[in-house]
């Protein structure tokens, strides 16, 4: 199975790492000088759940990739951040054929159905539990054990690609990974972004670290209030959510290391494109289409616009 992860960083570097230790005919796409570590010292992995290991997959930008001569991947993971996925639709539908199967492993909610509009190839849903990041270029630390991957088919999409998906999962096992080919990829997806989507806007809010929504108190129940609220936008898009899920997202929250920030929230902090758009905005959005009040998500949503009118004109 010939495999392309586009994207390197924590999480598309962690499960690059993975397959190729276990021997997967694994390429990856990269950029900038992490792209010029992995190629010349390859791929370390400093992980809690499988120890140390570097490992040398093949990896291109995409311009290389398209003159390489490496042929179409039969799948392609898609880990970047939704930010990048204009700029990298071009590539996506240079590479893939209708036989392509597309996984995108995104925080953010429903892409998949979106590059479904948008590519040849057939496109999952699909989500990715795991804590990790980039230490230096080349290297990929992953600090907590949990790593899990689940995708699938959305609902009335049409399952092409059951046996290479089920291959897929098979290879993901294989390599220490807990992979998962779900019929229910989209209550799993909007299960987790009910936990990014808040703890991102939140963590936003109150520019404050994982620990502080850990007890009771005014943040915590801001948070608990944006839960409330992703989870009534998935009722309203016939997507029954977990029962527990205020419990499930704070138990998610006390395996977390309670000094970590999100990525959004680092992001933002350096001024840099962050997933305020898809983590923060579209669940605005959705919640107007569906009319659903979104008080907590429209706290978050004017202080970026507050923020952004405060600041100097270039």
Do not use: W
């Not at 998906?165 to 807990?178: K, M, N, T």
């Not at 080919?181 to 809010?205: C, H, N, Q």
């Amino acid at each position: 199975m010939k495999l392309l992860i586009l994207g390197a960083g924590g999480t598309g570097g962690c499960l690059g790492g993975f397959l190729k230790k276990q021997g997967a005919d694994v390429t990856l796409i990269a950029r900038g000088e992490h792209l010029n570590a992995l190629r010349s010292r390859g791929l370390t992995v400093h992980s809690a759940r499988a120890g140390s290991f570097t490992v040398f997959p093949k990896v291109f930008s995409t311009e290389e990739y398209l003159t390489a001569g490496e042929g179409t991947p039969e799948v392609i993971f898609v880990c970047v951040k939704s930010y990048s996925l204009p700029q990298l639709l071009p590539f996506l539908q240079k590479i893939t054929t209708p036989e392509t199967v597309v996984i995108p492993l995104l925080n953010v909610f429903g892409i998949g159905g979106e590059l479904q509009q948008a590519l040849p190839a057939a496109v999952t849903d699909g989500c990715m539990y795991i804590y990790s990041m980039i230490e230096r270029p080349g290297v990929i630390v992953q600090p907590t054990a949990i790593f899990r991957v689940l995708f699938g088919c959305r609902r009335q999409q049409p399952h092409r690609a059951d046996g290479l998906l089920r291959r897929v999962e098979a290879l993901l096992r294989d390599s220490g990974i807990d992979g998962c080919f779900t019929d229910e990829i989209e209550r799993e997806a909007l299960t987790k972004f009910s936990f990014v989507s808040p703890l991102g806007a939140a963590g936003y809010v109150y520019d404050a670290p994982c620990g502080v929504f850990r007890t009771p108190g005014e943040p915590q129940s801001y948070f608990l209030a944006l839960v409330r609220e992703a989870a009534a936008l998935g009722r309203a898009m016939g997507i029954e959510l977990p029962l527990d899920l205020a419990a499930r997202n704070l138990a998610l929250l006390h395996d977390m290391d309670p000094d970590g920030t999100t990525s959004m929230l680092r992001d933002i902090r350096a001024g840099k494109s962050s997933e305020f758009d898809g983590l923060v905005l579209r669940v605005c959005r959705l919640a107007r289409q569906y009319r659903l009040p979104t008080p907590a998500y429209d706290r978050a949503a004017q202080k970026m616009k507050e923020e952004n009118a405060a600041k100097p004109l270039p």
